[in-house]
């Protein structure tokens, strides 16, 4: 095209779009951007924390912690613990308002040997009709780890049609989920998205979710907001920790910022647990020992004012 043609065309483009008929204009001025539909039911801030990080020994002792410190949910370890301590941690439970949110340890299921996926698939079975009589949200589950001996095809497949679909299902049957983790590219390089993990949690249907842990997502989404509101209704869990290093969020304040992924929690109208999963800032007197017990504590409860206020400007 010569160049008067095409400025001959281009004008003409841009009198055609001038041109549109009025109520086509008119559409277009009430349409413009989408309308922001508010959720059902209005998100809640639920603090929770791992079993490992809650003061005090036994389970009743840790149970009134979290209830005397404002906590709405406890996070429990998995392998064999909620068989093991399933019925004591029930009647622990009675007459609170915590809930039990997830369940979480290792699992692998990229195993090169269909027998050692199977291996993988029984062991969770009875722990997961265990998180149902609990009344849990769930079992966290990654499906691979480090080197991945299956080619990630053949993994995805095999997990949303075989492994994770047939725990899934018994997770549905028993009234609680699987919750899938995205972790960082050093952890796995099959699952590192909130995204991915929901398509996943959405191809396998009932009984199965996905959650956020911010450490990891920091890393590999580009919105922690964009990322939780892709997975929706499916997001069942979410881990917290420092945005500069992996410990209690509110030792470098000036990197803790999770504002962004709270209007993302507070869009989709998310009522699940945000969990602290990390460690302890150093201890400057004794490196080699952990800080003492009183000062996780005023730690914890910094994290929660903080997390509480940023809640509230989210
Ligand atoms: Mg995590």
Redesign the pocket.
């Known amino acids: 095209m010569k160049r008067r043609d095409f400025l001959t065309a281009s004008a003409s483009v841009g009198i055609a779009t001038v041109a549109l008929p009025k109520r086509a204009q008119a559409e277009s001025v009430v349409q413009g951007m989408p309308k922001l539909m508010p959720p059902e039911k209005p998100a809640e801030l639920n603090l929770c924390l791992q079993w490992r990080t809650i003061p005090g020994e036994e389970i009743k002792a840790k149970l009134d912690w979290l209830e005397s410190n404002g906590f709405q949910a406890v996070e429990i370890p998995s392998g064999d613990w909620p068989i093991t301590n399933g019925e004591a941690l029930k009647s622990a439970m009675v007459g609170r308002k915590l809930f039990i949110a997830t369940a979480c340890g290792p699992s692998d299921f990229s195993y090169a040997e269909p027998e050692k996926r199977e291996a993988e698939v029984q062991k969770f079975l009875p722990v997961i009709t265990a998180l149902g009589e609990l009344k849990s949200v769930g079992l966290i589950l990654c499906p691979a780890r480090g080197k991945v001996p299956m080619g990630f095809k053949e993994l995805r497949e095999d997990f949303v049609t075989n492994t994770g679909k047939r725990l899934a299902e018994h997770a549905a049957k028993h009234g609680t989920n699987i919750v899938l983790?995205p972790l960082r590219r050093n952890e796995t390089p099959f699952l590192r998205q909130v995204a991915d993990g929901a398509r996943m949690a959405a191809d396998i249907g009932p009984g199965a979710t996905v959650m956020g842990?911010f450490?990891?997502m920091q890393l590999e989404e580009t919105s922690f907001m964009g990322a939780f509101i892709t997975a929706g209704k499916l997001l069942s869990h979410v881990?917290i920790a420092g945005l500069k290093a992996r410990i209690i969020p509110g030792v470098n304040p000036e990197a803790d910022n999770y504002v962004d992924g709270f209007k993302g929690l507070k869009f989709i109208g998310y009522r699940g647990a945000v969990s602290f999963?990390g460690g302890w800032p150093k201890n400057p007197a004794e490196p080699k020992k952990e800080i003492p017990q009183e000062q996780k504590v005023s730690l914890i409860l910094n994290m929660c004012k903080m997390l509480r206020e940023q809640w509230e400007m989210a």
């Open positions: 983790e842990d450490w990891h881990h999963e």
